[in-house]
């Protein structure tokens, strides 16, 4: 017992044990692992920690407690059934996908309100000293900083992107710092630049209507809540799922911190068949998923039968994450529904790895050295793939165009040329080659906040200016205004002088008639 105390005081060396909540509502199950990761290492530290989010740990963590809200995984499931798979197999990067990710946000949210065992929560007296919220778009639940009167830090799940920028004070020039979401890379020609100014400017203008209409929502739910941007304030930093060894390069302020790799856990045994599986693969294996969200079962059969005639051209084993079993399929291909995809990713025979290209699945991609060949559909894939398209690691499909002779080709490329898979070598060396392991990292910031009771020290002074004075355009009207005049005065001295100085001439002229 008393070896068991003073190891926990040992551990809780920063701060005392605290309360942490975590908001994590949105049923992607990247999100949310990313928010399982972060709270089980600091329940492991002593911390009490309560997890708000569609998925229920199946076996129970010291410390840890769930609160389940299912409405957001039935609102989900509905919206891929009804509408997504559609939509984002055809055109994966028109703008309106982009509203639609803006509804489900927003439809999500106010699910959230609704929960009744969270609203038991938030309307009791318990205790909070850190809320920890994946944040997507909705400024309304900053509302539980004030409602538990603690700290917040927002976990930007794809990366730091616009919507998490002006939180901070972040700068992101338009010059060089591409829209998330939008399939560009920091490289970009006039046009794009153009383009990426027009779509980063409509979505802050765009986030700003929305932040007017959540003042409004607010005051409905609670109707003596202060302003969005009093409650921004207590924003204390952003751990950001980010790092430059995957993401396009950009500034961050002291409250940004990156974090990306933390989720990454230590390589596990895998199951016994797939071990064997994957041992006996001498040539090698390809390694297909495209994820949790977009599950392959909404495959078309003519896509379908093009991967699989593909594949049995392949001289490789494949390990295909698939939620059905497919009859008659060729020998080389073995399915299964679940995977652990670290430990895959891990394995030395690898070849390659077919992805959606979600952030999760590159980063361990990343992490293990394994080249990509990705086919995005929505949102941040959008971007994870034409970065690693430019970094060298990745090869793109379109989902409309997937077929036989185009998987073909692709795959043969990636084996034949070694440039990719030396890439692949080169950004997990740069991912792993860090002072301070990410986790640990993420962990040492909730701690700190805790014991600062936020992170007032950090914040840029940017957030105390309205954004013509963060624009700098009032200092500029000002010196254009002190140029003009300074303009306006010479050119009426330069009159003066040429009126006094023609003056004169006539004058002269005249008395030289006169004379003569
Ligand atoms: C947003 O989604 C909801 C629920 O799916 C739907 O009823 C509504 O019409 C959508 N609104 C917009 C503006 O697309
Ligand atoms: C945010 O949440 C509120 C309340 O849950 C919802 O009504 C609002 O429309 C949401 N807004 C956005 C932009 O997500
Ligand atoms: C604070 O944010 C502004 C823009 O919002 C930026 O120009 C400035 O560089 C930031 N300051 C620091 C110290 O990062
Ligand atoms: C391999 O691919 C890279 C990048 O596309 C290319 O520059 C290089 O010439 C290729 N090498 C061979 C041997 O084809």
Known sequence: MLLKVTSLLLLLNYCNAANILGIFHH??????????????????????????????????????RD???????????NRIKNEWFQKFSHNSASIDTFFMLLNMTVTQADLLFQNAEFKKMWTSNEKVDLILIDW???????????IFKCPIILMATAGTAFNVNYIVGNTAPYSYVPFKYFPITDKMNFWERTMNTIVHVSAEVVS????????????????????????????????SNGHYSYETRRPSVPNSIDIGGFHVGEVKQLPKDIKAYLDSAKDGFIYFSLGSNMKSIFLDEKKLNGILSAFSKVNLKVLWKLEKDIPNKPKNIKIAKWLPQNDVLAHPNIKLFITHGGLLSTIESIHHG????????????????????????????????????????NIQEMLRNETYSKKAKLHSDLLRNQPIK????????????????????????????????????????????????????????????????????????LKKKKNN
């Open 370 to 409: 394994v080249p990509m060949i990705g086919i995005p559909m929505f949102g941040d894939q959008n971007s994870n793939v034409p970065t690693g398209v430019e970094a060298g690691y990745t090869l793109r499909i379109k989902p409309e165009e997937i077929c036989e002779e185009a998987l073909l080709a």
């Open 438 to 509: 990410p986790l640990d990292k993420g962990v040492f910031w909730m701690e700190h906040v805790i014991k600062h009771k936020g992170a007032k020290h950090l914040a840029n002074a940017s957030m105390n200016l309205h954004w013509y004075q963060n624009l700098l355009i009032d200092v500029f009207i000002f010196l254009f205004a002190i140029l003009l005049s300074v303009i306006g005065l010479c050119y009426l001295m330069i009159r003066l002088v040429l009126k006094m100085f023609i003056k004169n001439k006539r004058i002269s002229q």
């Open 136 to 146: 997507m778009f909705n400024e309304s639940h900053l509302i539980f900083s004030k």
């Open 27 to 64: 049923p992607g199950k990247s999100h949310h692992m990313l928010g399982e990761v972060l709270l089980k290492a600091m329940a492991s530290r002593g911390h009490k920690v309560t997890m708000v989010s569609p998925f229920p740990l199946k076996e129970p963590f010291p410390n840890y």
């Open 67 to 77: 609160i389940v809200t299912p409405e957001t995984m039935q609102d989900m499931n």
């Open 208 to 239: 700003y209507y929305q932040r007017i209409k959540q003042q409004k929502i607010l005051h409905r739910y609670i109707p003596d809540a202060p302003s969005i941007d009093e409650l921004s304030k207590n924003v204390a930093l952003v751990l």
